[in-house]
Structure formats: structure tokens, C-alpha cells
């Protein structure tokens, strides 16, 4: 990025913590804006309604002028979509309907989720310490086909019998790109990736194998091994530091990126990116909408704020910004700073709310943009 460039963000709340955790990731949003202000980049963004909260305003999950507006922009950042409340609606006019419409309208079809430990946090996770320390990887989960997308999809028949049907489909250049995505990804890791399918019973997954060992060709500098996705489930809890870039399709990546947010126990500070080849980029955390916990300032925002430190490397070519805004997520953990769901009642631990949270990564951030400014003010 050069100077005197203005770049638009739009910001999707979304429902339930959702527009909670984007208000604290802008909170940290502002204090980049203002650094980054003096380094000739502006920064401006608007919020639009996405989800339910777009049902409520515009009778439907993705209306145009906010499909128009992500289209426009340099980058989304969205916080979450769905609730009880709109449960009863029909698949295509639910509040999950807009967020994967959105995903296709970008044709952000290569979405990353790195899970790791973040320091001070080894004792969230549920398995025992030895078998998780020093895990760090990136699952790139194929996000724009597969059975969320193929056709037929549809419900037919009467009670007792009625029917339903769902088709997972792909053709080989959703794979091929996708793939290249993550052996780019492993070639600036440890170089390992590891491709996961059901080859042994699935169509999809003998083609999805066959064109990764293609793509793999390319790649001489990456190690590569496939699993089947049952194995690569239990792989993940067993030996989990064994992993590195795991490639998957989209409903494996779904579930397994969950089983990684149990792993490390904090499904609250994970981020995704989701990306494409050109457009912008779509951001966000990785759990859900939480609608129990919604509105009482208690939801974890550092996966937002997360998702924003992707968004600076991915799409406004910023890493150093990137850097430093998870360096200030770091420096607040450091400080024994918790939200409610990462607490462990340990001595020197304070539980804050999100908003806090917000303000005091924002905090760290200025703090450690000031002191770089007085270094080098052409730092990024
Ligand atoms: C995710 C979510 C979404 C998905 C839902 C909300 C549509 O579970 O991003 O993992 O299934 O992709
Ligand atoms: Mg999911």
C-alpha cells in the first residue's frame, strides 16, 4: 500500500455478539486509522446490516446495498450471523443464507483459520499440556463449493416419507486454485501440508486427491500426505503439534475448524480470513453469534480483533501492522487481562468485558505504534 490511497473497509455486525466484538475490533480500528493517518493511508469504513439484523431492517439476509457496499469495498470485517429467532424460516431466508451468499458473491473461496496457543493461554485447552504445546496450524478450508453450494438441493414427499437431498459437487479448478492457496501458505510455514478427504468412500474426494498430487508437482520444497477426514479427526486431538497446513473441503473445514477451536480451548480469540483472487477479503471470527450471551459486554472480541490483524496483512498489505495489533492482543494477556470465557481464575488474572477489551488492546496498540513512530516514522 503507498501513500495518499484511501482505503474503504464495511463492517457486517451482524447478530447476537456480532455487532458486540465489531465494536470493540473498531475501537482498535480507530487507533490504527490515526497512526496510519500520519503515514499518508486513510482508513475509512461504514456498517452495514447483514443476518438477522438485516432480516429485521430490510426484509432479507443479504440485502443488495449491502452486498453492493462489500463489493466496493477493500475489505469486510463480520462479526456473526443467527439466532433463535429466526429459526423458523425457510434454508434460503435464513441468517446463514446471507453470510454464504456473501462468501459466493466475493468468490472468496480459500478460507484460512490458524489455530495456536496464544501464550498464557496453554491451560485452555482441554488436553494435557505436553500434547499441545507447540501446536500451530493453518487449516485452509475450500469455502465458495462442495455441498454447501451443489445442486440439486431440495426437500420433496409427503410424512412418512418425505425426502431430502443435498449434492456435493466440485470441479477441478475450485480444487486446483484452492490448493495453491495452501501450498503457498506451507511454503512460507514448516513446508508440510497435509490434505484431508474421504477418498475411500466419496467421488468429490478421489478428484480432490488426485488434483492436490497435481498441484503438489509444483511445489517440490512441500512435504505433502493425505488423510481421510474420520483419522484426520481423531489425528487432530491425538497429535495435534503433527500438523502444519491442513487442506480441506468445505463441510470437512467447517467441522474440523471447530474440533481445533476445542483443541485450544479458546474458540473465542480464533480468526479467519477468506480470500480470493481478487476483490476483497472477508474477515472474521471464527465462533458464532453466542446469542446467550448476547448484549451482557461478556463475548471475547479478540477474534475480531484477530480477524482485523489478517485483514491489515491480507488486504491492505500492512504486516507490520498486523504484527503489532497481535502483539497487542499478546501484551494485554501478558497483563493477565481475560474476558470471561478464557478466565482460569489464576492469581494475577482480571476478568474485563468486552468493551474494556477493546479498549485496552486499542491501548497496547497506540503504545507500541507511538514508540515505533519515534524509531521510524516511514515504519510501514
Ligand atoms: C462457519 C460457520 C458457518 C459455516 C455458518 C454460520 C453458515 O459455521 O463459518 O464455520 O458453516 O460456514
Ligand atoms: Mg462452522
Not at 453470510?99 to 488436553?127: I, K
Not at 494435557?128 to 438441493?153: I, K, N, S, W
Not at 449434492?167 to 512460507?188: L, N, Q
Not at 466419496?202 to 480432490?208: A, C, F, I, K
Request: with cysteine.
Amino acid at each position: 500500500m503507498s501513500e495518499g490511497e484511501t482505503h474503504q473497509l464495511v463492517l457486517l455486525p451482524g447478530d447476537g455478539i456480532g455487532p458486540e466484538v465489531i465494536k470493540a475490533a473498531e475501537t482498535v480500528l480507530c487507533t490504527a486509522r490515526d497512526y496510519l493517518r500520519r503515514e499518508g493511508i486513510e482508513l475509512s469504513w461504514e456498517a452495514r446490516p447483514i443476518g438477522g439484523a438485516a432480516i429485521e431492517a430490510a426484509g432479507k439476509p443479504l440485502p443488495d446495498e449491502t452486498l453492493f457496499a462489500a463489493q466496493a469495498a477493500k475489505a469486510v470485517l463480520l462479526g456473526a450471523v443467527g439466532g433463535p429467532q429466526w429459526d423458523r424460516l425457510a434454508p434460503h431466508e435464513r441468517p446463514e443464507a446471507g453470510l454464504v451468499s456473501l462468501r459466493r458473491a466475493l468468490s472468496v473461496y480459500a478460507n484460512l483459520r490458524p489455530a495456536a496457543l496464544l501464550p498464557g493461554l496453554e491451560g485452555r485447552s482441554p488436553l494435557r499440556p505436553g500434547h499441545v504445546q507447540g501446536l500451530d496450524v493453518l487449516l485452509v478450508r475450500e469455502l465458495t463449493g462442495g455441498v454447501y453450494f451443489g445442486e440439486p438441493r431440495a426437500r420433496s414427499g409427503e410424512r412418512p416419507d418425505r425426502r431430502a437431498v443435498d449434492t456435493m459437487a466440485y470441479a477441478e479448478g475450485e480444487i486446483r486454485r484452492v490448493a495453491h492457496v495452501a501450498f503457498r501458505s506451507a511454503r512460507r510455514r514448516q513446508g508440510r501440508l497435509t490434505s484431508v478427504d474421504k477418498r475411500n468412500v466419496l467421488e468429490t474426494s478421489r478428484l480432490w486427491r488426485e488434483v492436490v498430487e497435481d498441484v503438489a508437482k509444483e511445489y517440490p520444497d512441500v512435504s505433502v500426505e493425505h488423510q481421510l477426514v474420520d483419522s484426520m479427526a481423531m489425528l487432530l486431538v491425538l497429535r495435534p503439534q503433527m500438523f502444519d497446513v491442513v487442506l480441506t473441503e468445505n463441510m470437512f473445514g467447517d467441522i474440523l475448524s471447530d474440533e481445533l477451536g476445542g483443541v485450544v480451548g479458546s474458540l473465542g480469540v480464533m480468526a479467519s480470513a477468506s480470500l480470493g483472487d481478487e476483490g476483497p477479503g472477508l474477515y472474521e471470527p471464527v465462533h458464532g453469534s453466542a446469542p446467550d450471551i448476547a448484549g451482557k459486554d461478556v463475548a471475547n472480541p479478540l477474534g475480531a480483533i484477530l480477524s482485523l490483524a489478517m485483514l491489515a496483512e491480507h488486504s491492505l498489505d500492512l504486516p507490520l501492522l498486523a504484527r503489532a495489533i497481535e502483539g497487542a492482543v499478546k501484551e494485554v494477556l501478558r497483563q493477565g487481562l481475560r474476558t470471561r470465557d478464557i478466565a482460569e481464575k489464576r492469581q494475577g488474572e482480571q476478568v474485563i468485558g468486552t468493551r474494556e477489551m477493546g479498549e485496552r488492546v486499542a491501548d497496547a496498540l497506540a503504545q507500541d505504534l507511538h514508540s515505533r513512530q519515534a524509531l521510524n516514522a516511514t515504519y510501514f
